[in-house]
Protein backbone atom coordinates (compact mmCIF):
# COMPACT_ATOMS: atom_id res chain seq x y z
CA UNK A 1 0.00 0.00 0.00
CA UNK A 2 0.80 3.46 -0.90
CA UNK A 3 2.40 5.30 2.05
CA UNK A 4 2.69 8.73 0.75
CA UNK A 5 0.60 9.89 -1.84
CA UNK A 6 1.13 13.00 -4.07
CA UNK A 7 -2.20 13.15 -5.84
CA UNK A 8 -0.87 16.36 -8.20
CA UNK A 9 1.09 15.20 -10.79
CA UNK A 10 1.00 18.74 -11.81
CA UNK A 11 0.55 22.14 -11.39
CA UNK A 12 0.08 25.46 -13.15
CA UNK A 13 -0.10 28.73 -10.88
CA UNK A 14 0.27 32.35 -11.50
CA UNK A 15 3.76 33.94 -10.13
CA UNK A 16 2.93 35.64 -6.67
CA UNK A 17 0.39 33.65 -6.10
CA UNK A 18 0.68 31.28 -3.00
CA UNK A 19 0.49 27.34 -3.81
CA UNK A 20 -0.69 24.25 -1.96
CA UNK A 21 1.51 20.55 -2.81
CA UNK A 22 -0.92 17.96 -1.07
CA UNK A 23 0.57 15.28 0.79
CA UNK A 24 -1.16 12.69 2.98
CA UNK A 25 0.76 9.52 4.87
CA UNK A 26 -0.23 6.59 6.00
CA UNK A 27 1.63 5.01 9.23
CA UNK A 28 0.61 3.84 11.90
CA UNK A 29 3.55 4.69 14.45
CA UNK A 30 2.70 7.64 16.84
CA UNK A 31 6.16 8.98 16.29
CA UNK A 32 7.22 9.23 12.71
CA UNK A 33 8.71 12.86 10.42
CA UNK A 34 7.70 14.30 7.57
CA UNK A 35 10.13 15.87 4.91
CA UNK A 36 9.88 18.29 1.45
CA UNK A 37 12.12 18.07 -1.31
CA UNK A 38 12.36 20.53 -3.99
CA UNK A 39 14.03 19.17 -7.42
CA UNK A 40 14.99 21.86 -9.73
CA UNK A 41 15.29 20.72 -13.08
CA UNK A 42 19.30 20.69 -12.85
CA UNK A 43 18.33 17.53 -11.04
CA UNK A 44 19.48 18.24 -7.43
CA UNK A 45 17.71 17.64 -4.23
CA UNK A 46 17.26 20.25 -2.01
CA UNK A 47 15.59 19.89 1.75
CA UNK A 48 12.66 21.85 2.42
CA UNK A 49 11.07 21.66 5.41
CA UNK A 50 10.95 19.38 8.28
CA UNK A 51 8.04 18.40 10.54
CA UNK A 52 7.86 15.88 13.22
CA UNK A 53 4.36 13.94 14.93
CA UNK A 54 5.13 15.66 18.14
CA UNK A 55 5.57 18.86 16.75
CA UNK A 56 3.25 21.45 18.34
CA UNK A 57 3.04 23.96 15.77
CA UNK A 58 3.39 23.73 11.99
CA UNK A 59 6.78 24.03 10.69
CA UNK A 60 7.59 27.24 9.03
CA UNK A 61 10.91 28.14 6.63
CA UNK A 62 10.93 31.66 4.72
CA UNK A 63 7.94 31.08 2.63
CA UNK A 64 7.39 27.43 2.71
CA UNK A 65 5.02 26.34 5.98
CA UNK A 66 3.85 22.74 6.32
CA UNK A 67 -0.03 22.83 7.46
CA UNK A 68 0.41 19.70 9.42
CA UNK A 69 -3.29 18.06 10.20
CA UNK A 70 -2.37 14.96 11.63
CA UNK A 71 -6.58 13.62 12.50
CA UNK A 72 -6.72 13.71 8.49
CA UNK A 73 -3.12 12.19 7.80
CA UNK A 74 -1.35 15.08 5.90
CA UNK A 75 1.32 17.37 5.42
CA UNK A 76 0.58 20.22 2.52
CA UNK A 77 3.40 22.41 1.78
CA UNK A 78 2.71 25.90 1.27
CA UNK A 79 4.42 28.44 -0.53
CA UNK A 80 3.92 32.19 -0.31
CA UNK A 81 3.78 34.25 -3.04
CA UNK A 82 5.63 32.10 -5.60
CA UNK A 83 8.42 33.22 -7.66
CA UNK A 84 9.88 32.05 -10.96
CA UNK A 85 12.54 29.88 -9.50
CA UNK A 86 10.11 27.66 -7.59
CA UNK A 87 9.20 25.81 -10.67
CA UNK A 88 10.33 22.44 -9.52
CA UNK A 89 9.44 18.93 -8.75
CA UNK A 90 8.46 18.47 -5.07
CA UNK A 91 8.52 15.43 -3.15
CA UNK A 92 6.78 14.64 0.32
CA UNK A 93 8.95 11.85 2.25
CA UNK A 94 8.37 10.19 5.52
CA UNK A 95 10.85 8.78 8.05
CA UNK A 96 9.36 6.15 10.36
CA UNK A 97 10.91 5.19 13.85
CA UNK A 98 13.47 2.17 14.09
CA UNK A 99 13.94 2.97 10.36
CA UNK A 100 17.75 3.94 10.57
CA UNK A 101 16.24 7.13 8.95
CA UNK A 102 15.17 5.70 5.81
CA UNK A 103 12.87 7.73 4.10
CA UNK A 104 9.78 6.80 1.97
CA UNK A 105 9.21 9.07 -0.74
CA UNK A 106 5.97 10.25 -2.87
CA UNK A 107 5.77 10.21 -6.55
CA UNK A 108 6.26 14.20 -6.69
CA UNK A 109 4.09 17.33 -7.90
CA UNK A 110 5.40 19.61 -10.76
CA UNK A 111 5.32 22.74 -10.04
CA UNK A 112 5.25 25.39 -12.58
CA UNK A 113 4.94 28.73 -11.93
CA UNK A 114 3.85 31.39 -14.85
CA UNK A 115 4.62 34.89 -15.36
CA UNK B 1 33.62 21.74 2.41
CA UNK B 2 32.08 20.21 -0.87
CA UNK B 3 28.85 18.48 0.85
CA UNK B 4 28.29 15.30 -0.77
CA UNK B 5 30.41 14.79 -4.32
CA UNK B 6 29.55 11.54 -6.64
CA UNK B 7 31.70 10.25 -9.67
CA UNK B 8 30.90 10.11 -12.48
CA UNK B 9 27.99 13.01 -13.56
CA UNK B 10 26.80 10.41 -16.64
CA UNK B 11 27.71 7.33 -17.31
CA UNK B 12 26.15 5.09 -20.24
CA UNK B 13 27.01 1.10 -20.05
CA UNK B 14 26.31 -2.16 -22.25
CA UNK B 15 24.11 -4.96 -20.88
CA UNK B 16 26.52 -6.96 -18.50
CA UNK B 17 29.22 -4.17 -18.14
CA UNK B 18 30.11 -3.07 -14.59
CA UNK B 19 30.92 -0.46 -12.87
CA UNK B 20 30.94 1.18 -9.33
CA UNK B 21 29.35 4.77 -9.01
CA UNK B 22 31.70 6.45 -6.19
CA UNK B 23 30.18 8.74 -3.09
CA UNK B 24 32.27 10.61 -1.19
CA UNK B 25 31.28 13.35 1.88
CA UNK B 26 33.03 15.72 4.36
CA UNK B 27 30.76 16.59 6.85
CA UNK B 28 31.74 13.45 9.27
CA UNK B 29 28.43 11.91 9.09
CA UNK B 30 27.44 8.73 10.42
CA UNK B 31 24.67 7.30 7.68
CA UNK B 32 25.13 7.22 4.42
CA UNK B 33 22.10 6.24 1.51
CA UNK B 34 21.84 4.95 -2.08
CA UNK B 35 18.77 5.88 -3.89
CA UNK B 36 17.11 5.52 -7.20
CA UNK B 37 15.04 7.73 -9.04
CA UNK B 38 12.68 6.68 -12.27
CA UNK B 39 10.66 8.94 -14.10
CA UNK B 40 7.23 9.53 -12.28
CA UNK B 41 8.49 7.81 -9.15
CA UNK B 42 9.85 8.84 -6.06
CA UNK B 43 13.33 7.65 -5.20
CA UNK B 44 13.40 4.18 -3.74
CA UNK B 45 16.05 3.13 -1.56
CA UNK B 46 18.86 0.84 -2.56
CA UNK B 47 21.41 0.18 0.26
CA UNK B 48 22.12 2.43 3.32
CA UNK B 49 25.05 2.17 5.88
CA UNK B 50 24.19 3.54 9.10
CA UNK B 51 27.93 3.90 10.59
CA UNK B 52 31.19 3.16 8.91
CA UNK B 53 31.42 -0.69 8.38
CA UNK B 54 27.97 -1.63 8.54
CA UNK B 55 25.28 -2.00 5.25
CA UNK B 56 21.57 -2.50 4.81
CA UNK B 57 19.29 -3.35 2.04
CA UNK B 58 16.72 -1.26 1.24
CA UNK B 59 13.75 -1.57 -0.94
CA UNK B 60 15.14 -2.52 -3.87
CA UNK B 61 18.84 -4.33 -3.71
CA UNK B 62 18.61 -6.70 -6.28
CA UNK B 63 21.23 -6.16 -8.66
CA UNK B 64 23.35 -4.04 -6.23
CA UNK B 65 26.33 -4.07 -4.12
CA UNK B 66 28.06 -1.76 -1.82
CA UNK B 67 30.73 -0.98 -0.06
CA UNK B 68 31.23 1.54 3.05
CA UNK B 69 35.47 1.38 3.71
CA UNK B 70 35.63 4.27 5.90
CA UNK B 71 33.36 7.13 7.46
CA UNK B 72 33.78 9.19 4.17
CA UNK B 73 32.73 7.17 1.14
CA UNK B 74 29.83 4.49 0.23
CA UNK B 75 30.25 3.08 -3.15
CA UNK B 76 27.62 1.29 -5.43
CA UNK B 77 28.63 -1.18 -7.61
CA UNK B 78 26.70 -3.01 -10.61
CA UNK B 79 28.39 -6.55 -11.39
CA UNK B 80 26.30 -7.14 -14.47
CA UNK B 81 24.11 -3.91 -15.55
CA UNK B 82 20.58 -4.59 -17.34
CA UNK B 83 18.55 -2.05 -18.86
CA UNK B 84 16.19 -1.61 -15.64
CA UNK B 85 18.76 -0.50 -13.91
CA UNK B 86 18.85 2.82 -16.15
CA UNK B 87 17.96 5.74 -13.77
CA UNK B 88 19.43 8.50 -11.97
CA UNK B 89 21.06 7.51 -8.68
CA UNK B 90 21.60 9.55 -5.42
CA UNK B 91 24.05 9.17 -2.75
CA UNK B 92 23.03 11.03 0.58
CA UNK B 93 24.21 11.43 4.12
CA UNK B 94 22.46 11.86 7.17
CA UNK B 95 23.11 15.70 9.03
CA UNK B 96 21.46 16.82 12.47
CA UNK B 97 20.49 16.10 15.24
CA UNK B 98 18.02 14.27 16.97
CA UNK B 99 14.93 13.85 15.41
CA UNK B 100 14.89 16.27 12.88
CA UNK B 101 17.98 14.91 11.42
CA UNK B 102 18.06 14.98 7.24
CA UNK B 103 19.37 13.51 4.25
CA UNK B 104 21.60 15.90 2.56
CA UNK B 105 22.50 14.64 -1.12
CA UNK B 106 24.97 14.46 -3.82
CA UNK B 107 24.05 15.81 -7.65
CA UNK B 108 23.18 12.29 -8.55
CA UNK B 109 24.39 10.47 -11.79
CA UNK B 110 22.71 9.41 -14.58
CA UNK B 111 23.63 5.69 -15.97
CA UNK B 112 22.33 4.65 -19.33
CA UNK B 113 21.94 1.19 -19.65
CA UNK B 114 22.17 -0.08 -23.10
Known amino acids: AQKITQTQPGMFVQEKEAVTLDCTYD???????LFWYKQPSSGEMIFLIY????DQQNATEGRYSLNFQKARKSANLVISASQLGDSAMYFCAMREPRSNYQLIWGAGTKLIIKP | NAGVTQTPKFQVLKTGQSMTLQCAQD?????MYWYRQDPGMGLRLIYY???????DKGEVPNGYNVSRLNKREFSLRLESAAPSQTSVYFC?????????????FGPGTRLLVL
Open chain 1, 27 to 33: TSDPSYG
Open chain 2, 49 to 55: SASEGTT
Open chain 1, 51 to 54: QGSY
Open chain 2, 27 to 31: MNHNS
Open chain 2, 92 to 104: ASLRGQGAGKTQY
